[in-house]
């Protein structure tokens, strides 16, 4: 080969070995950070080394030393992230002071949920150690906030290498800044103050459903609250204010309940969304899929108390990621039924999605640090409850149209109804008759009402198999009180029901709704307890807007199904049963909604069975009793906790004398009433006893 060719072939050999170098050569170090006189939160993270230390072995003289210097990695992500690893890792990097004077800089953690992060501070030839993370108490913090804020001070000029090492069973994210003091105070408030309105927002939502939930009695508003409740703690956890402010003295309960709120978060979001569309009745699939889901996780929560903290959170997490792809599935399957309030579902979860899809693409150094992706699970979920929340107010809305439009249509079928019932018991029609001639000519004679009350009343009240003693009395000439006990077709029912207030518009409605029970139950004497109240409600109402007067109805109704066994429903005073086999009293409370206030009440009803064995004995009462007043007592500054009788010396009183005679105890209570209080209410009782 010629020298010249030779000279031209070792040319492009040795400019091929450069170029290689340049394009795949890594350093090991990377660049310094250089510290100016603001710095508002800069990352740093494609400033940093990191070296991997699988064995927990390395100590920072090993690190430090040079020998080691092939192990380390320069870093090409503002936030380097490697997962849920068991390997610690080392992190280092330089800052140059180039202030042109001493300064103090705040180097910040911003994810809070790291185990255990050491600091290595150079200082005259050796290294002070700094020690944070969420397995020590949050007072041992050198600042005090949900983030890890450690303040370092430079001199002049000066350049310093700095050494930390990350231990943690959570997710392994270095999500390092760089803050001036100032800037870094100011960023806190502001971060405190959208935190304080986050939660405001969750806590409102909270608060209102709750009420709604004691209002409506519908279980999926207490399913939502939880769902929110365990949904702010988790947020909580994420960003460190629970650590903060909770639980600050527990590290161990701040990791251990991580996964924990995540499992209940789940199975209530599962709960609120399968009751929320009523998934049971428009797909039966996705609500087995939903229960089975449910109960998974139900044994992913009690396995968290045993398992290892950093297998509980990866179940958890996995165990959510599946959950959080159903519902926006069964959100979608609920869509193509043309429910309303399944695109609300779909839209919330969706935007909550997003808001936590961003904010771990910011941890991982994916997207940019900016106020949006800092905040987007924080915006993404409050926006999600904000949505939820008028989901469940259009879910009422759209039930109230649906009652009105269910109502309209039904109104020639309830009068073809009524036809047929009064139509089948003539006797009972022409008393009914006789009972509203009776009212239009006896107006004014209010002691031949009350006796036709008195006689419309059992007077001498039976049940097979049972021992039973009854009381009425009326506060004014005619009351409101009513009890009835029917033998029809073989089958046997029991009511007790109250009026508000008493007087002749009370008398005159509960003579309505005794009418109105006795052509039911004698045209079909098989009606569950719910469907008697709802169709009595129907033919009573428009009666009591007719009267003019602010009244309404409580009632249970009782249907004998076998021996020792009712069927209720309705809702008035608590039920009291005195055990024979114990002497003690069973409280037992009803539940539904009153006659006369809506149109239609049969979603508020529901059927519950009592069980009654030998020698046990029920008390069934109106509020006369309850709220009698203590003689003494004056009527503008009574004390209702002291000098009213109410239900729990009524329950003292039975369970001591529950095992006498029936009539024996209508009188013991008679008597402590009438002796010792005044009764401006209308008082009836009616106590049975199984024999056999």
Request: negative net charge; contains cysteine; proline residues 3%.
């Amino acid at each position: 080969m010629k020298p010249d060719k030779q000279i031209r072939h070792i040319t492009i050999k040795v400019l091929t070995v450069i170029a290689v170098i340049i394009l795949f050569y890594k350093p090991a170090i990377s660049k310094n950070f250089l510290l100016e006189e603001r710095a508002n939160g800069i990352p740093i993270g494609r400033y940093l080394d990191y070296l991997e230390d699988k064995e927990h072995a390395l100590s920072i003289q090993d690190v430090h030393d040079k020998k080691l210097e092939h192990l380390w990695h320069a870093s090409q992500k503002d936030a380097p992230g490697f997962g849920f690893t068991k390997s610690a890792y080392w992190v280092r990097f330089t800052i140059e002071n180039t202030t042109g004077h001493d300064t103090i800089f705040f180097l910040e953690q911003s994810y809070p949920l790291i185990d255990d992060l050491k600091i290595y501070v150079p200082e005259r030839g050796a290294f002070r150690l700094i020690e944070v993370g969420d397995h020590r108490k949050f007072s041992k913090r050198p600042y005090d906030n949900r983030t890890f804020i450690i303040p370092l001070q430079l001199k002049s000029g000066e350049l310093k290498t700095y050494y930390l090492r990350y231990n943690t069973q959570s997710s392994m994210n270095m999500v390092l800044r760089i803050w001036d003091p100032q800037s870094c105070e100011k960023t806190i408030l502001q971060e405190t103050r959208f935190l304080m309105l986050y939660y405001g927002i969750v806590l409102v939502m909270i608060i209102y459903n709750l009420f709604v939930y004691f209002f409506v009695r519908r279980i999926e508003y207490l399913y939502y609250v939880f769902f929110i409740l365990f949904f702010l703690i988790f947020i909580m956890t994420q960003n460190g204010t629970a650590f903060q402010f909770l639980w600050p003295s527990f590290p161990w309960w701040a990791n251990y309940f991580i996964p924990i709120s995540l499992c209940l978060l789940v199975i209530n979001a599962l709960l609120f969304a399968d009751r929320f569309m009523i998934v049971k009745k428009i797909s039966p699939l996705f609500h087995w899929l939903a229960n089975i889901l449910i109960a998974v996780t139900a044994l992913d929560l009690l396995l968290c108390l045993f398992m290892p903290y950093r297998f509980s959170m990866v179940s958890s997490a996995a165990i959510t990621v599946v959950a959080l792809l159903f519902g926006i599935m069964l959100g979608i399957r609920m869509s193509l039924s043309m429910l309303r309030t399944a695109y609300f579902f779909v839209i919330a979860w969706i935007i909550f999605l997003v808001g936590s899809l961003a904010y771990v693409l910011m941890t991982f150094g994916v997207f940019p640090s900016n106020f949006f992706t800092d905040w987007s699970i924080q915006i993404g979920s409050a926006l999600q409850v904000i949505l939820l929340a008028i989901a469940l107010a259009d879910r009422m809305n759209i039930m109230r149209t649906e009652l009105k439009t269910l109502n309209e249509n039904l109104e020639d079928k309830v009068t073809e109804r009524t036809e047929e019932l009064y139509s089948a018991n003539e006797e009972l029609k022409a008393m009914n008759v006789q009972l509203i001639d009776t009212r239009d000519q006896l107006w004014g004679e209010m002691q031949l009402a009350k006796k036709i009350q008195k006689v419309l009343l059992p007077q001498t009240p039976s049940l097979h198999g049972y021992e039973i003693s009854a009381y009425m009395e009326p506060a004014n000439e005619v009351g409101g009180d009513y009890y009835d006990i029917l033998h029809v077709a073989g089958l046997d029912w029991i009511v007790i029901g109250d009026v508000s207030g008493h007087g002749v518009p009370a008398g005159l409605i509960m003579m309505m709704v005794q009418t109105s029970i006795h052509t039911a139950v004698n045209h079909n004497p098989s009606f569950p307890p719910s469907e008697l109240l709802t169709l009595i409600n129907r033919i009573i109402i428009e009666n009591i807007k007719k009267l003019n007067e602010d009244k309404y109805m409580t009632l249970t109704v009782f249907a004998v199904i076998e021996k020792g066994k009712f069927q209720f429903s309705g809702l008035h005073q608590d039920i009291m049963i005195r055990r024979a086999e114990t002497g003690m009293v069973d409280l037992l409370e009803t539940s539904g909604m009153w006659l006369g206030i809506m149109d239609e009440i049969g979603d508020t009803l529901t059927n519950e069975i009592l069980q009654i064995n030998i020698g046990d004995t029920i008390l069934l009462y109106t509020d006369g009793i309850t709220e009698a007043w203590k003689k003494e007592s004056l009527q503008d500054k009574r004390d209702p906790s002291t000098e009213m009788f109410g239900e729990e010396k009524l329950l003292e009183i039975f369970q001591k004398i529950g095992d006498k005679p029936v009539d024996e105890i209508k009188e013991r209570i008679l008597s402590e009433i009438k002796n010792g209080y005044t009764c401006n209410d209308d008082i009836t009782m009616l106590i049975m006893r199984r024999l056999h």
